[in-house]
């Protein structure tokens, strides 16, 4: 089974946005973000409050359509490939979103506004926390890129523990993805 999906996945098509082609519905999976639209990518609100930088450490809105057929839920990530750790920097994890979900209010990620659809789980981030956690490269950097990516995923649950690091969630979501599209934005300071 693992190599039909794997043959399929090789012979997807591949966008300049980062999407991958779906599958039977024909659509093409589709990741938006009215709080990242303008050409600058990350407002203050979605900047770290802390390490010093000083923003609203906003979660970005999101909303997404094209989902594949067998859809059973989605999953979101925030990745900084650029920071200097020789590992990047996970700065949001979210899994077993609904699949009747198709949109993650703003501030979403901050785990005391329970803004997230019933059942997701944030996992932890390099911040060793399970919330979410804005750009903040270290200052005289040259901008970092950052990439939200949208997993459409083919079971309604990934059973992971409370404290699974993002790495270990990463894992399991390659394991089940149907379709995934990114979306990426750059800051510096």
Known sequence: MNRIKLSVAIGLLSTGSGAVA????????????????????????????????????LSPSLSWFGAPVGTKSYAVTLYDPDAPTGSGWWHWVVY???????????????????????????????FGQPTYGGPCPPQGDQAH?????????????????????????GFNLHGHTLAKTTLTKKFGR
Do not use: H, W
């Open 22 to 57: 779906g599958g039977a519905s024909g659509g093409q999976l589709t990741l938006t973000s009215s709080a990242l639209a303008s050409q600058t990518g990350f407002q203050q609100a979605q900047v770290l409050n802390g390490l010093g930088c000083s923003g609203g450490n």
């Open 96 to 126: 077993n979103i609904p699949s009747n979900t198709t949109r993650l209010a703003e501030g979403a990620g901050d785990v005391k506004k329970n803004l997230l659809p019933v059942g997701a789980v944030q996992g932890n981030t390099d």
């Open 145 to 169: 890129r950052y990439i939200l990516t949208l997993y459409a995923l083919d079971v309604a649950k990934l059973d992971l523990p409370r404290n699974a690091t993002a790495a270990f969630i």
